[in-house]
């Protein structure tokens, strides 16, 4: 038996959270907001979604008191999406609060990266540890055909300030065959800067309304020509697989005379800091930063999803691709901790094995958190 001196200097036990099929869950991604600064054309229509009345979403002391009670369950790591996060006021403050939760070892932010070149220093201070910017073309024009607002200099200006404060530093590409992205122009940044790019299957989330409007589409003879409405509900035609961007990159890289494109093994030591999502990496040979997929789509890894999401106005989504929701913040607001872990209990209990892919959700994306 140990001494009560002995005892004081052991590290505490975590506690660990698991579904009802044994996942161990210990990440949690958290919607600031449902505004944003954009309007791209997977997310949102053009003029925007009805955005939530101030009091219906969740306050910063009420998010701050569900990742303490999320974590002493086993919640371990903290994601600020949106929306565009950074439009929340106050997030440096929060980040600060969560940052003193001792069970919390990560906190992250998935952002556009506008804003990025005023609040990167902020946000580091705060104690931000890792930063995902989206991004899914390098070419001006094109970018802003699909944001429908941005400017790509101040993304690429967000990006130089987040490699300054920030490691890892991730670029989210959401690969949409209609779009037709230069994906080589984002295996070319990986090769200069330490920079991690993400290729990301197209999702059915929101069940999209108003995407990829005609002037994004090659040629008037696409089989799948929008009408007058610029309505295009999510099909299977617009994803690209893995599989295929993989070989179109790698015919691309060799033809540019850059060697090959090596996988990198789960196991590898330079592997770990990319994060406990996910996605699968490779390198091209030489090159500073990684190239990596995340494969939702066409091989899912829903056997070793280790999230859970909670929504701007407080709903907890065991499945982003479930519309199955729990109302945390009404649990909240009554102020007993013991319903909010009932519902984390519930969450778990119902997460579900997997996903079908031809489902979709009702929710945007920009409600549900990117």
């Given amino acids: 038996m140990l001494s009560n001196s002995q005892c004081a200097t052991c590290a505490p036990v975590s506690a660990v959270l698991h579904d009802n099929l044994g996942r161990t869950i210990d990440y949690l991604r958290i919607s600031l907001t449902d505004r944003c600064n954009l309007r791209c054309v997977y997310c949102m229509p053009e003029n925007g979604v009805p955005s939530l009345d101030h009091h219906d979403i969740l306050s910063l002391e009420e998010i701050e ?15 600020l999406t949106g929306g565009e996060p950074l439009v929340r006021k106050g997030i440096s403050d929060l980040i600060r609060k969560l940052k003193q939760i001792p069970e919390i070892e990560s906190i992250a932010l998935t952002t556009n990266g506008i804003l990025l070149p005023t609040m990167a220093s902020e946000l580091k201070e705060a104690g931000l540890d890792r930063v995902n ?75 999209t309304q108003d995407y990829l409007p005609p002037a994004l589409y090659p040629c008037p003879c696409s089989q799948n020509t929008i009408p007058e409405s610029d309505n295009l509900p999510w099909t299977e035609d617009d994803v690209v697989p893995t599989s295929e961007i993989l070989q179109n990159l790698r015919e691309r890289i060799k033809e540019k005379g850059w060697g090959d494109i090596i996988p990198l093994n789960s196991s590898d030591d330079n592997k770990a800091p990319y994060g406990w999502g996910p996605a699968s990496y490779m390198k091209i040979n030489g090159a500073q930063g990684t190239i990596g997929f995340i494969s939702a789509m066409s091989n899912h890894f829903c056997a070793s999803c280790n ?35 009932a519902l984390l209990d519930e969450a778990l209990r119902i997460k579900p094995e997997g996903h079908h892919n031809q489902k979709g959700t009702r929710r945007a994306m920009s409600k549900i958190g990117g």
């Fill in 307 to 341: 999230r859970i999401r909670l929504t701007a106005d407080g709903k907890l989504r065991p499945c982003l691709f479930s519309d199955t929701e729990l109302d945390f913040k009404s649990a909240l607001r009554k102020g007993k901790t013991e319903d909010v872990e």
């Fill in 65 to 79: 008191r569900i990742v303490r009670i999320a974590a002493k369950r086993g919640i371990k790591h903290v994601r």
């Fill in 133 to 207: 910017i989206s991004l899914d073309s390098l070419d001006p024009a094109q970018y802003h055909a699909i944001t429908r607002r941005g400017n790509l200099d101040e993304v690429l200006t967000g990006i130089e300030v987040a490699l300054k404060y920030f490691n890892p530093v991730k670029i989210n590409v959401v690969v949409v065959r209609h779009l037709q992205q230069d994906l080589l122009s984002f295996a070319q940044l990986t090769r200069e800067k330490p920079l991690h790019v993400r290729f990301i299957e197209y999702m059915p989330i929101g069940n």
